[in-house]
């Protein structure tokens, strides 16, 4: 059986490893700060990435693949752009091993490239270098492309799926012959994302705009979605960015308008990764283990056999297929349990350490009485029903789970978000984990010392500011256009 | 309109890149030996990646996703595998870059890796060292795993989906308990490349075994199928191998057996990539450009609205819209074109330069008359076919191509295709671009010399070489065990 899980409120950071490993969903590599996915979590990916890639082509765009390998000039060509990512750069310097005079693997110094190339961190630059020959005209516009890739951001203190060296995740990128039609395509895609957090992951986000000192290097605007996980701290869940027109400038791309005018194009990135796994685990997970909603858990229902001899094992087997075969036909992801030489209590755990969102066991007695018992792994509740209309009723039960896991994620962002009128008020809230609203004078020095005094970060400045009132910054008293959201960040 | 493509008389290579290009398929990118896949190569990838995907859990596999990186000395520990991929490999050594002196970005010196970072070439040595920890007892096995990803291998003459430095493609690693098993997944694996080749890329592929001297890295044995591109060259489309227990060795994965003892594990590997893209393109496209088959073809139909004035637009699209939604009611992919501005010539020509098995036009007389001009990209061949009845006939019709295309690519094997007695009959077959099947003595050295000589090479050894009579050397008149294939490969 797998180890135990740290309760939460012993240790916090502990308890995350534990649902990760328990759960089957990635574990540390001998390749620093880079993670094995395991078969649980890719499965889990796999169903966050259909889901999105769906709502992306619902909403008119196309996949395509750029090289990992940028040139390594690429990266200079806008200046915040290298400013942001150079820091933290895989550099590949050599094309070829071969032994030194003591027989170990050594870069082959003849194989030194002449240019070196960078591991991707995102790709705005060799996108846009390709953009610049593709677009000549408006009628070239728009492009609404995206990419699913592997990226690589050097990581000093990597956490699974949290902070990789590499990752994987989306990136559309996308091209426009109006800064409003680019504005409202950053905008758009902000939307999907909310609507995949929120009614997909059951995870309650907000939505708003970045401050300029937590912007993405070399855009206008980053929009952005933030989530609550269970300490109270904030997890960014997405980004979308309104680029205006540094990167065509950067790589000169220009189209001709309608009045035969050369313009330089608008642009947006925009992108999701792993670390969506991390904010699902710490938006639903409990000391028991993994908790998963059920419209992206790798199996909705697991059927556990229960036998004690050989004789009960055929009609106990053939009853569960049967029961297999029905929920599949109405489209429910089931596993069968074969684990039929560990007790019950060895079975029912590890389910639950995988974050299965209902079980169903199946004993000789229920098998008497035409009965199953349904188990949620949410509420951890047990129940005997028929067996008689069992397909509707753990469909009805999973549509339950998934709303009750969004209700629950809500009602704790709720009580643990307060307006604050003034520091000490707000330090408090930060201290013991929450979300805080409060007034601040719009200077990046006053965010710098606010962060420095409480480790506090403006998660946003929310997009309908005109709601707020106008106020005081709570630390300088200048005057403040209306209250930002203030938290501690993974 | 997109430029004309050249005829394969004139110049097959040519041929070949006018098809990729006009195709949308892909493109040269500014990282030397890669390639952007664009949006009509990259549906296509997806849509074979799908299928290969759903064939793969249909055997019992699941997916999983290991680093991009591999620590150095990993790629030391078995030692014909580092041989075999040494003098290809993108080595990270620094992890940021910075300016130097004259503001150049430079690899910064203090941050040069203690132990280099190979991109992964292929991931045994990474995924074994891995295996190691997950496996303990006969009660871990078999593993039964898969991971779509990224890999590089430096290339020096660089052709579009055939040999890029970085390529696409899904890597098989499994772990048995016996030989006997191992094998026998090897072999399953080569025969889901065979059935995938065939009945959905319509590509006939022989299978058989590699030689020594074209055997992967590592293995004990190299399943292969191998197909025959249009210009009579063998193409190798996908590999299976039997990798005995080198790799366990290599990374002292042991497992206790039934009978509580140690033993290596056992091991295969199994992998097709974006290569495969390139076999297709030279199996079925023709002199108007791409031609693909309708299982994968990201677009079955083209429907192609025509009108010649305001009062015709309204009419003409009511029709081709119903038209599209009772073929997509059958599950067909279309595509509704919408260049109303350019003449029907250049939109029917853009179609087939994209490889859209069907088009469908329909204007004002069609309307009149019930009826919708069909057109088969293969055959080239139109007919005027009633809309009644229209989607089984589409239906119909691409299984007929689909049926067709396969059928054209088998003759033409059968037809370039010789059973040869001696060298000169051997070079003759060889030199007009053909497979030949001819008596070898098994050496190296004579393997060697006729790839000198003719720049052919083993392509495979068949498995039931009992079928085949024994016989004598081509070139030496040493004995042969039967005959082996030989070809001219990509």
């Known amino acids: 059986m797998a180890d135990a899980v740290t309760p939460r409120d012993e240790d916090y950071s502990q308890w995350y490893q534990d649902v990760v490993r328990n759960g089957q969903l990635a574990e540390n590599s ?36 750029f090289p990992l390998f940028i040139p390594e ?60 020959k593709w677009i000549q005209s408006y009628r070239d516009l728009p492009l609404l492309y995206n990419q699913w890739a592997n990226v690589v951001r050097w990581e000093m203190r990597p956490r ?28 758009r895609m902000l939307d999907v994302y909310t609507t995949f957090a929120e009614e997909y992951m059951a995870m309650p986000v907000l939505q708003g705009r970045k401050t300029e000192s937590e912007r993405f290097p070399g855009a206008v605007d980053t ?38 005018e050369e313009e330089y194009v608008w642009a947006t990135s925009w992108g999701v990764s792993t670390r969506l796994i991390g904010g699902l685990i710490m938006t639903h997970s409990d000391d028991q283990g993994l908790v998963l909603p059920p419209k992206l858990a790798p199996h909705q229902v697991v059927i556990v056999p229960l036998f004690f001899d050989d004789d009960q094992e055929g009609p106990v087997m053939e ?19 074969q684990n039929h030489t560990q007790s019950p209590g060895w079975r029912f755990s590890e389910h639950e350490l995988r974050g299965v969102p209902l079980r169903l066991a199946i004993g000789p007695r229920d098998l008497e009485n035409d009965n199953v018992e349904m188990a949620r792994r949410d509420t951890q509740e047990k129940e005997v029903v028929p067996q008689d209309g069992i397909a509707e009723r753990v469909s009805d039960t999973l549509d339950d789970i998934q709303h009750a896991l969004r209700e629950r994620a809500q009602d704790r962002q709720a009580d643990n978000t307060r307006v604050v009128e003034d520091y000490d008020a707000f330090r408090e809230v930060i201290g013991r984990g929450g979300f805080a609203w409060a007034h601040w004078d719009g200077t990046p020095e006053t965010e710098a010392r ?23 910054d709570m630390l300088t008293g200048e005057p403040s256009e209306g209250r930002v959201l203030f938290a501690q960040a993974y």
């Open 450 to 472: 606010i962060q420095e005094e409480t480790s506090a970060t403006i998660r946003l400045i929310p997009f309908d500011r005109e709601d707020h009132e106008e106020g005081e």
């Open 73 to 132: 000039r690429y990266m200079e060509r806008e200046a915040e752009h290298v400013e942001g990512f150079a820091k933290e750069c895989a550099v590949v310097t050599h094309s070829r091993l071969t032994q030194d005079e003591e027989g170990d693997l050594v870069p082959d110094p003849e194989s030194e490239l002449g240019e070196n190339y960078i591991v991707r961190p995102t790709s705005e630059t060799i996108i846009w270098d390709t953009y610049s």
């Open 319 to 337: 009853t569960c297929e049967r029961l297999q075969e029905r929920l599949e036909d109405h489209g429910i992801r089931v596993k069968m349990d």
């Open 160 to 187: 699974l799926f949290l902070r990789t060296a590499e990752f994987l995740w989306q990136e559309g990128h996308t091209a426009h012959a109006t800064e409003t039609e680019a504005v409202e395509e950053a905008e």
């Open 223 to 260: 929009y952005c979605i933030e989530a609550m996980m269970q300490d109270g701290k904030a997890l960014q869940a997405g980004t979308s960015h309104f680029l205006g027109q540094n990167f065509a400038k950067a790589f000169d791309c220009t189209f001709t308008n309608e009045d035969n």
């Open 30 to 65: 001998p390749a620093r700060g880079c993670m094995i996915i395991k078969p649980n979590g890719m499965a889990l990916w796999e169903n966050m990435r259909d889901q999105l890639d769906q709502m992306f082509k619902d909403t008119g765009h196309q996949n395509y693949y």
